[in-house]
Structure formats: C-alpha cells, structure tokens
C-alpha cells in the first residue's frame, strides 16, 4: 500500500504483476458483446462439462474399459489441434492489408517461444483427464462430478497456470496459443502410450482398439471442452470456470438418475446448496463495488506513474539546460560565462 499525495488516501502498490494490469485494461473496457459471449461461454461449458462423466460412463462394459484412456486423451488432444489449425487458416484467408500471416515461419517460430510455458499446464491436464476415468471405475457419475468439484491439486493448478500463461501473452492469438496447448498435450499423451506399450507389449499401440460410438461422443465432447476452457482462461478467469463447472454438476446429477436410475442423495442435495450459495456471494453487489474500488486504485496509480515521469523528464530537461549553460564560452577569454 501507498499514500497519495494529494488526498493521502490508501491505494494499492505499485508492484503488481504486468500480466494482471494488462488483462485489468482490458476487463475495464468490456462491452455487451464480451459479456454476452461470457454468458454462451458459462451455457456451454455446464453442458459439456455435465455430459463428459455420463459418457464416460456409457463407455464403459462389465465395470470396465475395453479402450486405452489414453488413447481417448490423445485422439482428444489431436482433434483440437486439427480445430487451431482449421482456425488458423481461415483467419489467413481473411487478415487485412499489411498485416503478418499467422502461419508464416516466423510468426510460428516467434509465437512458440512467447507460450512455452503451456507446456506445464498441458502436462497436467494430461494427468488430470487419466485421472478422471480411474475415478468412473469405482463411482457413478454424479458422485465423479461431485467429488472433481473439490479440485485436489492437479485440476487446480492447471487452470491457474494456463490462465497465467495465456494472459501473459494476451496479443497472442487464442488459436496459436492453442495450437500450442493442444500440441504438447497430444505430445505428453503420446509419450505415455508408447510407456504403456513397453510395459504391455505392442499391441497397446493400436489406439483404436476397443471405441465405441459412445467413445467417440466422449472425444468430440472433450475436445469442444478443452476449446471452449480456453476462451474461458484467456477472456474470463479461473474461479468464473470453475463455478461453471459446479453448476454442471446438477446437470450430470439429474441426467445421471434419468438414464441410469442413480439415486440422489440428501448429501448430494445439500452439496449443490452450499454450490448456489457460494456463487451468490461470490457474485454479488458487494464484491463487484470490491472490484471497482481495486480496478480505481490501479488507475490512479497509473496517472501517478506517469505524472512522475513526466515531471523527471522535465527536470532532466531543465537540468541538462542549466548544464549546457555553465560551460558556455566566449569568444575572447575562452571562459565560461554563468547563466543570467
């Protein structure tokens, strides 16, 4: 905290991260467009997100997998790469005059060093969606989505590293960023089935081996997931996602008991009441009026910053004057004459 030294009032210090104060500009110029689209993006996500557990569900025969999890997780992986990809090159046909094709060398090469750092989050993504078909092994699937909803530890981390890493580097395009993303994920995915063809013979390499339609739903399903999650981090913010994805759980419970026959527990009631309460508070009047006072704070020490500079700028300038004066000479005496 600092004072101001004009009405010495309390406001935030100065040494927040960039990548914040970026995203901060941006979130204070939002329009009715932005927020419409966070509304499509809160609408399908609790619908993709309720489905996946259901369809994991359904692929399973005799309490089991005939399939590799893997191989679903890297086929999910590829599918969104072929999306970037698509993307890509439709926005290729249609950029501007003067302006840099995204799929140049260049721009490649460039936009590759800039999101290394996606390289983390899609190694646990990689780890949390394996983790999630163990966990439809041993529980329905209102209790699977439940039970996710507690974001243990790789979940969470996941979603607040890709967020970090794809606002750190907002003028990127969402599609190289995943291009990337997806890119590595299918990388890691990969990796990990040729581990389990090592331990299991070649055979495990046939990443076909043992789909179904249900299968393959569950692949587009993830993969229209792992899109939309993206737009989520870059444009909205994690704790908005993962509220999304709470809600989701009453869809999945309520599928669940209608397809299936699962019975809904008190406990599973009580859990989505806590859930709205929660995301009543978290979005109410108070804490948007808590928001406005921060993202006030952060202008005013923006004009501050920049009234400084603008001040020491002019002092050099006077300084450097005053000094060029002093060592002024004459014609004559070669001495040096004092300013007037």
Known sequence: MIECSVCHSKIASTNSKTISRAYDRHRSHVSSKTRFLNVLLVGGDCILVGFQPILVYMSKVDGGFKFSPISVNFLTEVTKVIFAIIMLLFQAQHKKVGEKSLLSISTLVQAARSNVLLAVPALLYAINNYLKFVMQLYFNPATVKMLSNLKVTVPSLASVFNEYA????????????????????????FLAILGTAIFKGPSSLDILQGHSKATVLLICNNAAQGILSSFFFKYADTILKKYSSTIATIFTGIASAILFGHTLTMNFVLGISVVIISMHQFFSVLSKVKDEQQSSSLEMVDSQNSQRSRDASFLNTIAGANEDASYHVNEEGKRPLLPV
């Open 166 to 189: 794809l606002k750190s580097q907002f003028e990127t395009s969402i599609y190289h960023q995943n291009l990337f993303l997806y890119g590595y994920g299918a990388m890691f995915n």
